[in-house]
């Protein structure tokens, strides 16, 4: 992997980051963003370019620096964060991974067909996470040494309203729930928003959290996973919260939400009041078409397609960004990134090959 790839230096600038989020007018630069790397991406990476030199492994905070470490040197203007110790024991399969970084131990599924929450009994015996007894530790140490220029964004494990519905009860069992125990969804939507009320409050208290990032699929291909009412009913209430909690206290807030979309997305923009939208598929929408039909009011993230960055060689990449960004980059709005996450399948060459071009691009 040859190491002029980044070569272009890129200086942290989250209030840059902010405002082009915001939509205040082109950036003078390309700003990069992801909802996370895979653990085995951040360990090839780290490996290959030597980012943990000079680093104690022994450091109680040495994950968090090797974090700031990564950030920086790929480009990114932020880490992200939340509370730590929020456990949900779900049901869930493993099998192999076939991933070129394989995940040790296997790739885990969540059951779709019967979760640990089906009749009213195991929901007053599941042990809901307690927010108010989950730590802060990394928020505490991010605040005070990440360097100038950085940000935190607060979320990881946050507002699955949608999600953990299905992982809760089972997305089979949910289905059913829906016609004949709707009292019983009714009670684990209710408490998912109890529970998330809280964990924003505690993220809104860390002055260096400039962003929320919620994260929810309620999508596939052709549709929504729910009924757009049910999901007006259960899901968007909880959403709708979070941005507000977030809006009151000067922050925007992002959502990612891989599928289709389009029958909610009048409430997303209207009713939720998104500040971004992030998860973009070239077999559903490409982020160049949403950019035409709804960039005017809200930021879109990502978008060069995950298929796409497995498949494609350098030419096509560089060519794809550069395309991206003369429709996207104008006005601001637009966070260069993969259209879902950086997945330990993605060739590591051609994720960096799309960074690099985003760092070449001029205005």
């Known amino acids: 992997m040859p190491e002029a790839l980044l070569a272009n230096p890129v200086a942290p600038d989250c209030d840059g980051l902010l405002r082009c ?28 370019f030597h980012l943990t030199e000079g ?22 203007d932020y880490v992200r964060c939340g509370l730590e110790g929020m456990e949900w024991p779900l049901h869930r399969a493993v099998t192999d991974d076939t991933a070129l970084h394989r995940r040790a131990g296997g790739r885990s599924y969540v059951d779709e067909h019967r979760g640990p929450i089906t009749n009213w009994s195991e929901f007053h015996a599941y042990p809901w ?8 530790r990394s928020l505490e140490w991010y605040s005070a040494n990440l360097p100038e220029g950085m940000c935190l964004i607060g979320g990881g494990g946050f507002a699955h309203f949608a999600e953990y519905l299905t992982w809760l009860m089972g997305y089979e069992t949910l ?26 409050r505690r993220l809104l208290q860390f002055e260096r959290v ?28 909880g959403h709708r919260l979070m941005a507000e909690l977030s809006h009151q206290a000067g922050r925007p807030y992002l959502l990612h939400s891989c599928g289709s979309l389009d029958a909610i997305l009048p409430d ?39 298929d796409f960055l497995c498949r494609a060689d350098e030419a096509a990449i560089r060519q794809r960004v550069r395309e991206t960004l003369a429709v996207c980059h104008p006005g601001g709005g637009y966070c260069l ?19 690099d071009e985003g760092r070449r691009y001029r205005p």
């Open 21 to 48: 989020i915001r939509r205040e007018g082109t950036p003078a630069r390309v700003y990069f963003i992801e909802l996370f790397l895979d653990p085995e991406i951040q360990d090839a990476l780290c490996r290959h």
């Open 55 to 76: 680093l104690d492994p022994d450091d109680p905070f040495f994950p968090q620096r090797r974090q700031i470490a990564l950030q920086r040197f790929l480009g990114y």
């Open 129 to 136: 996470p307690d927010p108010e007894a989950a730590s802060t």
């Open 175 to 200: 289905c059913y729930a829906l016609y004949d125990q709707r009292d019983l969804v009714q009670a684990i939507a209710e408490r998912l928003l109890d529970i998330y009320r809280v964990v924003i």
């Open 210 to 237: 400039k962003l929320i990032w919620g994260s929810d699929d309620m999508g596939f291909r052709t549709g929504t996973l729910l009924a757009p009412a049910d999901l007006r009913a259960f899901v968007l209430p």
């Open 268 to 306: 997303l923009l209207d009713d939720v009041r998104i500040d971004a939208k992030h998860s973009f598929e070239d077999t559903i929408e490409s982020v160049t078409d949403a950019k035409s039909r709804y960039g005017d009011r809200v930021a879109l993230l990502g978008g060069i397609d995950v």
């Open 337 to 355: 990134g993969t259209g879902n996450s950086v997945a330990n399948y993605i060739p590591l060459r051609n994720y960096l090959v799309m960074l």
